[in-house]
């Protein structure tokens, strides 16, 4: 097996918390390492399987079904023994602290801890608190790191490249850590990135993140390379942030028709789940134009490759 | 969007008036030429001689033509409450009080809160009113405060505005998301401004509300809605509409929001620019009205907004009530009164009175509602439709029950005699309404 230091580190930091923390050049880097496990990620042999004999917890204050069993089988392709913490049933359900929790964990010694919270911040305050790598699956409605990066390399495999692609993310930009984490990587690797939502469902001060903001589907669409649709939960759709689902649907929902208006092979994504008829419809979501499945398919590799990455920056722990 | 009801055909010519149409600079001797149900020209050049020999002629003599008037602020019955009001009761209540589109209210019973029902609306003005119609919908649903209506949707099936007519928005957060949301749809946010929890009264709070042992509503209930509201029209650059406004610190507040630069305009009622609270008197209920008629001293303040401007709008605030709502002791009547039949000449009391000029009242009633809503009438100019009255500033009329058209007949004016009146009124080319006494 491969010593973590006879491979190259590929960015400084000792743990996967935000995109924001990450310069342009490492992105590209843990890309180019999750196209190679994208290639030969499914059968490594012992000697390539370079977490084996470490430990991965995956903690899950929120529930999660792709995201939790992608870090999961990425850890278990690299050979390293993966537990999932059942926070239902755990300790946390009796009233206990997320620093106690981790300081608990910690007291195990795992090697990587794989935190979604529903609080901003929440995975960083962890990290502080622990003495091992720390991934962030999703903290609250700050960032989701590994998402932006599949989402990254799914587009780098189509058009070869990010820069100066226009991208669209359309929908619930407000509530969502995905188009936060995707904004700051896309705009940092060149692509021009706009958001389209109904005002109610933009964050304020958006326009300063560096993307072009639109209130309706045909013009943020106009030439899009990739549409990038978000997830509406239901509980926003009753008259809160917008007046209906099927309102939603007429004027923001991607249909044929809007997407008519991007360029004719524009890829469509989505980071699902996704709600049939609300933000996306089914001819589109199953249509030609559409890479939802290999979506997932990249996000093992690219978790693979993220654990790789921060296995090559052990030995320089202080 | 609004009700098309059906134009005349043929062209004709009203001459020898005086043409008033303040924003295209007519006020003066002139002629109206109509085909069609749009105007072909206004102002002097429109004579006897210049018209040619294939129009029918109307000799205005002595009278002004004014466009018709655009009152922002209906309720009528229907549906739900026919027995009050219809939109046919109603527009011929509107045809005889010189106005040609009236913008109704959404809480009618169902609520105009959907598509079909703005659709329901449109059809039966197309089908039964004499005048224009156009729905403002409603700003939450089943207007309870607490759910965003369907404003895009709502917007597609022709609703000009949204508006909680008769409440304020209590949740800050749903009236900012309301803001917010419609102005992507570019659509008017229309507010009524009262702080629920301060407006439990029937009556202007004060020493006449003391006398009369009834609970008193005070200004400041107004005033700290009002200002509210433009916080939030400040912190979300919605375009917002106070209803209508009854005292003179909010004449102030609008003032200063003015002067700021926010999209911000706000109408007052006839009632409140002609009455005051001691016009309730021994506890007459046709004076009830929401919000409550206020001093002397508020009313001049809103007179003098209208004459500058401050005040953009004049409506009827049309509400009518019958015997059974109306005929109760005070406390427990129906606030609300009619205004269609009555408003055109109970402005031009303010006219006579040297208080605002012909002009302004005329601008108020027409072509600023207009330029509110964009719409396309409200003016007399070629190309525009053929909406307009015909008044007779000294032909005078006493307000009795026989003379009111609308269905019910709670009129503030009762047994009053009125200086002024329309004489005939247009919609689409069609005479809607000719004065017989």
């Not at chain 1, 958006?206 to 560096?210: E, R, T």
């Given at each position: 097996m491969p010593k973590a230091a006879s491979r190259p580190p590929l960015f400084a930091s000792q743990h996967m918390l935000a995109?924001?923390?990450?310069?342009p050049i490492e992105i590209a880097a843990i890309l180019d390492l999750a196209q190679h496990y994208a290639e030969h990620g499914k059968a490594l042999s012992p000697a390539q399987k370079v977490l084996t004999g470490q430990t991965q917890v995956n903690l899950f204050f929120e529930n999660s079904t792709r995201t939790q069993s992608s870090f999961e089988i990425a850890g278990k392709r690299l050979g390293a023994d993966v537990m999932n913490m059942a926070i239902a049933t755990s300790s946390v359900a009796k009233g206990e602290t997320l620093i106690d929790t981790a300081m608990t964990i910690n007291a195990m010694h795992p090697d990587y801890l794989v935190v979604r919270h529903q609080s901003s911040g929440a995975v960083e305050l962890l990290a502080q608190k622990v003495s091992c790598a720390v991934l962030n699956a999703g903290d609250g409605q700050h960032e989701h790191p590994t998402q932006a990066l599949l989402d990254a390399l799914t587009i780098r495999r189509h058009f070869g490249k990010l820069e100066g692609l226009i991208v669209a993310i359309c929908g619930d930009i407000l509530h969502s850590r995905v188009a936060r984490s995707n904004i700051h990587l896309l705009s940092r690797m060149g692509a021009r990135v706009r958001v389209v939502a109904p005002s109610t469902l933009l964050p304020s001060g958006?326009?300063?993140?560096?993307v072009e903001v639109f209130r309706n589907m045909a013009d943020g669409l106009r030439d899009a390379d990739v549409v990038m649709m978000l997830r509406l939960q239901l509980e926003r759709m009753s008259g809160a942030f917008v007046p209906s689902m099927r309102e939603f649907y007429q004027f923001y929902g991607l249909t044929e028709e809007k997407l008519a208006?991007?360029?004719?092979h524009a890829l469509v994504m989505h980071p699902g789940p996704m709600n049939r008829g609300v933000e996306i419809d089914s001819s589109v979501a199953d249509g030609a134009q559409s890479v939802i499945r290999e979506q997932v398919e990249m996000g093992v590799a690219v978790r693979m490759a993220v654990l790789d990455a921060l296995d090559r920056n052990k030995g320089a722990v202080t | 969007m609004i009700s098309r009801p059906h134009s005349a055909t043929g062209r004709r010519a009203y001459l020898n008036g005086t043409v008033l149409s303040p924003r295209q600079g007519l006020n003066g001797p002139g002629g109206l030429l109509i085909e069609d149900g749009w105007i072909l020209a206004a102002g002097p050049d429109v004579t006897k001689d210049s018209i040619g020999s294939s129009a029918e002629t109307r000799d205005c003599k002595d009278k002004i033509i004014i466009p018709g008037l655009i009152d922002l602020r209906v309720f009528t019955g229907e549906p739900g409450s026919e027995y009050r009001e219809t939109l046919a009761s109603a527009s011929d209540a509107a045809a005889a009080g010189g106005v040609t589109t009236m913008i109704v209210m959404p809480n009618t019973n169902p609520v105009i809160d959907d598509a079909a029902m703005v659709d329901f609306v449109l059809r039966r003005a197309r089908d039964t009113a004499l005048v224009r119609v156009a729905p403002m919908a409603a700003i939450s649903k089943g207007l309870a405060g607490e759910a965003l209506a369907e404003v895009g949707l709502l917007k597609a099936a022709g609703a000009v505005a949204i508006c909680d007519?008769?409440?304020?928005?209590?949740n800050a957060n749903l009236l900012r998301r309301a803001l917010t949301y419609a102005k992507d749809f570019n659509m008017l946010v229309c507010a009524h401004v009262e702080e629920p929890n301060l407006s439990g009264g029937v009556v202007n709070a004060g020493e006449m509300a003391s006398r009369l042992g009834l609970a008193g509503n005070p200004a400041m209930a107004e005033v700290i809605a009002l200002e509210r509201d433009l916080r939030l029209v400040e912190m979300t650059g919605g375009r917002y509409h106070a209803a209508q406004i009854s005292c003179a610190a909010s004449v102030d507040v609008i003032a200063r929001a003015k002067a700021k630069g926010l999209p911000v305009t706000c109408g007052v009622s006839i009632h409140h620019l002609t009455l005051n609270e001691n016009d309730v008197g021994a506890y007459r209920t046709f004076f009830k009205l929401s919000p409550p008629l206020r001093s002397e001293d508020d009313r001049k303040a809103l007179v003098a907004a209208v004459a500058d401007g401050t005040i953009d709008v004049i409506v009827s605030s049309h509400d009518p009530q019958s015997e059974d709502t109306k005929r109760l002791p005070f406390a427990e009547a129906a606030f609300g009164a009619v205004g269609l039949d009555t408003m055109l000449s109970a402005a031009l009391q303010l006219f006579h009175s040297n208080d605002i000029v012909l002009a302004r009242l005329v601008e108020a009633m027409s072509q600023q509602p207009a330029a509110i809503l964009g719409l396309e009438s409200g003016r007399l100019a070629a190309?525009?439709?053929?909406d307009f009255a015909v008044l007779d500033l000294n032909r005078s009329w006493k307000v009795e029950d026989s003379a009111l058209r609308s269905r019910s007949k709670n009129s503030p004016f009762e047994h009053r005699t009125l200086e002024g009146r329309a004489v005939e009124t247009v919609v689409a080319g069609r005479t809607v309404f000719a004065y017989a006494p």
């Open positions: 995109i924001s923390d990450f310069f958006i326009a300063n993140f560096g208006h991007a360029k004719p | 007519p008769t409440r304020s928005i209590g190309g525009a439709p053929a």
